[in-house]
């Protein structure tokens, strides 16, 4: 939450003077008799600390002066009945509800970390499921059975297959390449195309189409290779991100688990 993002809108508003001045114990500064509270200050210049910011008269200088911006631009909005707008209330709503969940996420996270054990156990789980070997292949996708059938007749005839693939492909990641899906592990590919491509040796197609849940594939095994793994400092920051996600996905189950749900308004 960095200043700039915060009062983006408001930030030109006003340059004031900052110059000394006797406030209330509290208040970092007034507008027209509303403090601009000394709390608001101080959190604003503890979060851009916690972001790297270094502490300086400027920044607490630039913090009040937006703040007093924003407080005119909040005070006119006020005169206005904007804060009575019926989108406004639930907007309201909804802001207080996010920021609540979210300071509650970031809680349960700091009391529940992923630590570098948790990390260095989801490596090696990792280069696991990559296993020992890369494969380096080619596809060509279609929605049915027959049109599969009709391309490997093509190929099996000698046609090339990057051309077809180019011109019979439903795959806008491969198609405009001939199909060509670079290096993977199988682990990364759905079960009837992975294990399809392991059977293969370089330079084979397969002998019947292979169906999954996107359509009809014909594929080809362009080369083989050892398994090129990642350092663990290269994947560690992803890592810790699904691991954290994981967390809060089974906190998030285990609310649900407990709870008395009924929903009345779903589309039917």
Known sequence: MKITQIFIAIAALTTLSITPAVYASDAAATVNGKPIKQAWVDYIM??????????????????INELVGSELAY???????????????????????????????ADFMKKNPVTEADTKAAYEQYKKELGDKEYNARHILVKTEAEANEILAQVKKGSDFAKLAKEKSMDPGSKEKGGDLGWFSPAGMVKPFSEAVTTLKKGEVTAAPVQTQFGWHVIKMVDTRATQVPTYEKVKESLERTLQ????????????????????????
């Not at 809060?248 to 009345?264: H, P």
């Open 46 to 63: 503890k979060d851009a600390q916690a972001r790297g910011q270094k502490s300086s008269d400027g920044m607490k200088n630039a913090i």
């Open 75 to 105: 005070q006119e909005a006020q005169k206005q009945g904007i804060d009575k707008m019926p989108d406004y209330k639930i907007n309201e709503e909804l802001s207080q509800r996010k920021l609540l969940v979210n300071i509650f996420l």
């Open 245 to 268: 996600q994981r967390k809060l996905e089974k906190m998030m189950l285990d609310l649900k688990a407990k709870a008395k749900i009924e929903v009345t308004g779903a589309a039917k």
